[in-house]
């Protein structure tokens, strides 16, 4: 019942971040100049389109660069930054695989011709990463990720909040391949980070935690999951309140957990959880919240049928 969301974007030059991306996207339309056919040209009206949210223009701007681009040598750098502008459009418009085939083409332009620890190559192994997981490349994300990891820990510190969202994305990855064992150890790594960096009573932990439990329980060490689900939800309270529906379906974690075991107690507590969780979600509004009421009534019925 966990939910693991963690992506960044990169553009040509460096990361570009969602407040301003979102700022940039309620400016009005792009200028109607033509751009000049020249691969800088396009490039700068392609990155334009793009800071103001025009995305399929910038798209039509980064082919056309991109044809331009394959005429260079295999060494021109602006072939690989082509591609990593095309990957992160497509990922914007949603269209994950095509991002994912640019991305991995931009990796490997990047390889020829910067240092294995380059900063600009390894942002993009990064992004690449990100879209590994998008397309259910989980394996291929594990690798790529734990390559940046390396190079975070080397350029950083093993307890900079880099590695923290890195190793999450690990996590990501061996639970989707059913490996909740060998991930427990990543995100307990990750969360001992963020209680060092941030709060013992952050968000972050709070978060940490949950998925902790949801690994423990994926193994059955429900006495584990368990204490780290009532610490999570207890910090879910705590920042978000008893009636948000983060703290609910926090609610519905440990509700599960405890109905999976073989105690009368456990269960009448998990009867009541369950309840709090389903009628705070009902008051939600959206697909996802519908969505999230659903699974988590179906959760119920199964394991504590009426």
């Not at 259910?136 to 880099?162: C, G, I, P």
């Not at 639970?175 to 209680?195: D, G, Q």
């Not at 957990?257 to 105690?263: E, R, T």
């Amino acid at each position: 019942m966990q939910l693991f969301r963690k992506s960044r974007r990169y553009f040509a030059n460096g990361m570009i971040s969602a407040l301003a991306v979102g700022m940039l996207a309620g400016t009005v339309a792009v200028s109607a100049a033509v751009p000049e056919q020249t691969w800088e040209g396009l490039h700068r009206h392609g990155k334009d389109n793009f800071e103001r949210g025009n995305y399929e223009t910038a798209l039509k701007d980064f082919k056309q660069a991109m044809d331009l681009a394959e005429k260079f040598p295999e060494t021109d750098p602006r072939r690989g930054k082509t591609l990593n502008n095309l990957a992160t459009v497509y990922d914007y418009l949603g269209k994950y695989s095509e991002a994912c085939a640019s991305s991995e083409l931009s990796v490997k332009a990047a390889e020829k011709i910067m240092p294995p620890e380059d900063p600009i190559l390894m942002r993009r192994l990064d992004f690449l990463a990100t879209l590994y997981l998008k397309t259910n490349k989980f394996e291929k994300s594990q690798e790529a990720s734990e390559r940046y990891l390396k190079y975070v820990e080397k350029t950083k510190s093993k307890d900079d909040k880099e590695c923290a969202r890195v190793l999450d994305n690990i996590v990501v990855s061996l639970h989707a391949l059913k490996k909740s064992a060998e991930a427990e150890p990543f995100a307990k790594r990750a969360l001992t980070i963020w209680e060092r960096t941030t709060n013992e009573e952050s968000k972050s932990v709070a978060k940490e935690l949950s998925v902790i439990a949801g690994l423990q329980l994926d193994q059955k060490k429900y006495a584990d999951a368990e204490a780290s689900s009532r610490r999570a939800l207890s910090l879910f309270e705590k920042h978000y309140g008893k009636k948000d529906q983060n703290t609910a379906v926090a609610q519905a974690s440990l509700a599960e957990i405890l109905a999976k075991q073989d105690d009368a107690a456990k269960k009448a507590e998990a009867d009541a959880l369950f309840k709090q969780s389903i009628a705070t979600l009902k008051r939600g509004k959206g697909e996802q919240s519908l969505k999230v009421t659903e699974s988590v009534t179906k959760v119920y019925k199964d394991l504590l049928p009426n």
